[in-house]
T-cell receptor
Framework: TQLLEQSPQFLSIQEGENLTVYCNSSSVFSSLQWYRQEPGEGPVLLVTVVTGGEVKKLKRLTFQFGDARKDSSLHITAAQPGDTGLYLCGRDQFYFGTGTSLTVIP | EPEVTQTPSHQVTQMGQEVILRCVPISNHLYFYWYRQILGQKVEFLVSFYNNEISEKSEIFDDQFSVERPDGSNFTLKIRSTKLEDSAMYFC???????????FGQGTRLTVV
């Protein structure tokens, strides 16, 4: 089994704070996806990263793919309550991490 | 915006009964997937389907499971004889040619009693 480890598992922060969540694997990804999932709904794709060292920005979200393509991070600037949800990383459509459950307190 | 649609949104079935979960993928996509997510746990890959055949399947996808694309639009997951531990959210996803990501439906919550 190709494991994807996400950290932290839970994160509760105040509105306006910054945060970073991580996704790590012992093996190389050909591509990595970040999703956000809300309770009772399907994961919604945020971004795909493919190239080692790649950085992608989506409004206040910054996604980085490690140079060796074994890890990735998601940084949220000035978090808002609407950012609350489960953030999942996934690779190659077959493997998903356990997720980081983010709560942003107003 | 095109989306993956799944029906029903919630199904309750008795143990041992057969269930069919239905999905309509995004119309020009060629890759189709089923996943399950047991409450509070990670999303688990079940099976991928391309060119009218299974391309990959996980250990979870045993003989109790089957998939079918009965026409040009639907993609179904059948569980032949449900067990209590099959209770989960089941997600369908589809992906286009040349793109690595998949787009998920809203899921079917299956409850086996």
């Amino acid at each position: 089994t190709q494991l994807l480890e996400q950290s932290p598992q839970f994160l509760s922060i105040q509105e306006g704070e910054n945060l970073t969540v991580y996704c790590n694997s012992s093996s190389v990804f050909s591509s990595l996806q970040w999703y956000r999932q809300e309770p009772g709904e399907g994961p919604v794709l945020l971004v795909t990263v493919v190239t080692g060292g790649e950085v992608k920005k989506l409004k206040r979200l910054t996604f980085q793919f490690g140079d060796a393509r074994k890890d990735s991070s998601l940084h949220i600037t000035a978090a808002q309550p609407g950012d609350t949800g489960l953030y999942l990383c996934g690779r190659d459509q077959f493997y998903f991490g356990t997720g980081t459950s983010l709560t942003v307190i107003p | 915006e095109p989306e993956v649609t799944q029906t029903p949104s919630h199904q309750v079935t008795q143990m041992g009964q057969e269930v069919i979960l239905r999905c309509v993928p995004i119309s020009n996509h060629l890759y189709f997937y089923w996943y399950r997510q047991i409450l509070g746990q990670k999303v688990e890959f079940l099976v991928s389907f391309y060119n009218n055949e299974i391309s990959e399947k996980s250990e979870i996808f045993d003989d109790q499971f089957s998939v079918e694309r009965p026409d040009g639009s639907n993609f179904t997951l059948k569980i032949r004889s449900t067990k209590l531990e099959d209770s989960a959210m089941y997600f369908c996803a589809s992906g286009g040619t040349g793109r690595p990501e998949a787009f998920f439906g809203q899921g079917t919550r299956l409850t086996v009693v």
